[in-house]
T-cell receptor, first 116, second 115 residues
Framework: AQKITQTQPGMFVQEKEAVTLDCTYD???????LFWYKQPSSGEMIFLIY??????QNATEGRYSLNFQKARKSANLVISASQLGDSAMYFC?????????????FGQGTELSVKP | SAVISQKPSRDICQRGTSLTIQCQVD?????MFWYRQQPGQSLTLIAT?????????ESGFVIDKFPISRPNLTFSTLTVSNMSPEDSSIYLC????????????FGPGTRLTVT
């Protein structure tokens, strides 16, 4: 069964520093997608970045990059130059198959606090 | 990306009543999804709603408790029926991206409190 594990319930980072949020996954499928979302206190889920299992390059979106290590089944999110507005919950999620609709399996989340 | 709106944004309801949550998307999408996030928890898929067919429910969720309508390709509703305090959650609708199908977007959520 597919599973997402985020082992860091809470993280602190100094403003302007980089931070890595850990995510490991378990699946028997060869084809899958990995997602990271940001959830501020307002409750909305903001899509940050996506990595497909067949993508050879690590995904990047602005200050966000995904460190994809397929053999280790890890998909860590790296946020460079942290900002105060980055303080939020961050969820890692997985979808099996490229065309399996919208069923995402989520990890338990990591609460990131950025210190000034 | 897809722009998704939900109504209401939040509500406080009495035990035993029902609430209907609306989800509107700015483009036509084949599938819409309803998720629940209980306090301090992660997100769980309730059901998948395809236009013109019955919604498909995940294990632990039933149609009598969470009836869903999908009258067209841009709109869906989720009703939370006969509410109890355990239904207090954020309810979010979600769609797969129309430009990039591997992307998936969520609405702003409906924060429900049942007293």
């Amino acid at each position: 069964a597919q599973k997402i594990t985020q082992t860091q319930p809470g993280m602190f980072v100094q403003e302007k520093e980089a931070v890595t949020l850990d995510c490991t996954y378990d699946t028997s499928d060869q084809s899958y997608g990995l997602f990271w979302y940001k959830q501020p206190s307002s409750g909305e889920m903001i899509f940050l970045i996506y990595q497909g299992s067949y993508d050879e390059q690590n995904a990047t979106e602005g200050r966000y990059s995904l460190n994809f290590q397929k053999a280790r089944k890890s998909a860590n999110l790296v946020i460079s130059a942290s900002q105060l507005g980055d303080s939020a919950m961050y969820f890692c999620a997985m979808r099996e198959g490229y065309n399996q609709g919208g069923k995402l399996i989520f990890g338990q989340g990591t609460e990131l606090s950025v210190k000034p | 990306s897809a722009v998704i709106s939900q109504k209401p944004s939040r509500d406080i309801c009495q035990r035993g009543t029902s609430l209907t949550i609306q989800c509107q998307v700015d483009s036509q999408v084949t599938m819409m999804f309803w998720y629940r996030q209980q306090p301090g928890q992660s997100l769980t898929l309730i059901a998948t709603a395809n236009q013109g067919s019955e919604a498909t429910y995940e294990s632990g969720f039933v149609i009598d408790k969470f009836p869903i309508s999908r009258p067209n390709l841009t709109f869906s509703t989720l009703t939370v029926s006969n509410m109890s305090p355990e239904d207090s959650s954020i309810y979010l609708c979600s769609v797969v991206g129309t430009t990039h199908i591997y992307e998936q977007y969520f609405g702003p959520g409906t924060r429900l409190t049942v007293t």
